[in-house]
């Protein structure tokens, strides 16, 4: 089964500085990979997404990820943090390509901003 | 566009009761899920559904049922509440795309404690 692990349940940065939020994924295929974003008391939404292609992705928000199959990682950057970005993230695997494949997700990573 | 609506938001349960979460979406997604958030956990997947008449456990399926009737409607039943089962619950669905790139559309959620 596939699984995702993301480093760190609270990461804190200060407003302006580099945003990194770390994840790794086993799999035994290559994997599809997902980031969302909860605000607080809402659902999640997709940040972006990895299939095939390029590995290097760009989502909403001026995040980006990058697929690096050798790490099994895909972490998730943003050059500059802003107040808003304050939110849980979450990491997740397709488990398999099929149209049926579950979706699992990691533990979650906390990110809270300093002004 | 309603998305997918969940009901209630909120619900106290004492231990032994029933009671039925709902879902709804009107996007003519085949694909629905339900996923319980508990802290440092991140999302745990219960059941989900690729279609009508079609259902399928997740990782912790034990004390939920689930049915689907139409393509519209995933309800999740609690069969015997448990304070285990004290979480905030997600639906979510999305298109039965061939290639599973598609992205899951989250409902708000609705958090259910059992007293």
């Known amino acids: 089964a596939q699984s995702v692990t993301q480093l760190g349940s609270h990461v804190s940065v200060s407003e302006g500085a580099l945003v990194l939020l770390r994840c790794n994924y086993s799999?035994?295929?290559?994997?599809?990979l997902f980031w969302y974003v909860q605000y607080p008391n809402q659902g999640l939404q997709l940040l972006l997404k990895?299939?095939?292609?390029?590995?290097l992705v760009k989502g909403i928000n001026g995040f980006e990820a990058e697929f690096k199959k050798s790490e099994t990682s895909f972490h998730l950057t943003k050059p500059s943090a802003h107040m808003s970005d304050a939110a849980e993230y979450f990491c997740?695997?397709?488990?398999?390509?099929?149209?049926?494949?579950?979706?699992?997700f990691g533990s979650g990573t906390r990110l809270s901003i300093r002004p | 566009n309603a998305g997918v609506t969940q009901t209630p938001k909120f619900q106290v349960l004492k231990t032994g009761q029933s009671m039925t979460l709902q879902c709804a979406q009107d996007?003519?997604?085949?694909?629905m899920s339900w996923y319980r958030q508990d802290p440092g956990m991140g999302l745990r997947l219960i059941h989900y559904?690729?279609?009508?008449?079609?259902?399928d456990q997740g990782e912790v399926p034990n004390g939920y049922n689930v049915s689907r009737s139409t393509t519209e409607d995933f309800p999740l039943r609690l069969l015997s509440a448990a304070p285990s089962q004290t979480s905030v619950y997600f639906c979510?669905?999305?298109?039965?795309?061939?290639?599973?790139?598609?992205?899951?559309?989250f409902g708000e959620g609705s958090r259910l404690t059992v007293l």
């Open positions: 979510a669905s999305r298109l039965r795309d061939g290639t599973n790139t598609g992205e899951l559309f």
């Open positions: 799999s035994s295929v290559p994997p599809y």
């Open positions: 990895y299939t095939t292609g390029a590995t």
């Open positions: 997740a695997v397709s488990e398999g390509y099929s149209s049926a494949s579950k979706i699992i």
């Open positions: 996007m003519n997604h085949e694909y």
């Open positions: 559904s690729v279609g009508a008449g079609i259902t």
